[in-house]
């Protein structure tokens, strides 16, 4: 592994740790408001902080490739769509080399 790619991988880990961690976390917080509206009642309020972090949760796991499925339906959503656009249009913009002709055939 050259040092460029490890430090691309140590990166992705990093980044998949703190979604893990922000997973736990939210969890954690969508725990607490449902215990908070057991004791308090009314309508089911909790189902928002659900929606939103779910939301956020899936968002967030698409970018990192957790849902490979949803990055094939969607290829704008993987990391590294940008910059294969960016050689695509790059590539079509450059003028076609020809190659040389040989000596042989130019005579």
Request: charge should be neutral.
């Amino acid at each position: 592994m050259t040092p460029e790619n490890e430090l691309e991988a140590r990166e992705y880990l990093r980044q998949l740790k703190d979604y893990y961690t922000g997973l736990a976390t939210k969890g954690a917080i969508i725990l607490l408001c449902i215990v908070i509206w057991l004791f308090t009642g009314g309508g089911f309020w909790p189902i928002w902080v659900i929606l939103a972090f779910g939301i956020h949760a899936f968002i967030g796991g698409v970018q990192l490739g957790v849902f490979p499925m949803v990055q094939d339906l969607f290829p704008f959503l993987r990391s590294d769509w940008e910059e294969t656009q960016l050689k695509k249009i790059l590539d079509q913009k450059q003028p076609q080399k020809t190659k040389p002709k040989d000596k042989e055939s130019q005579e």
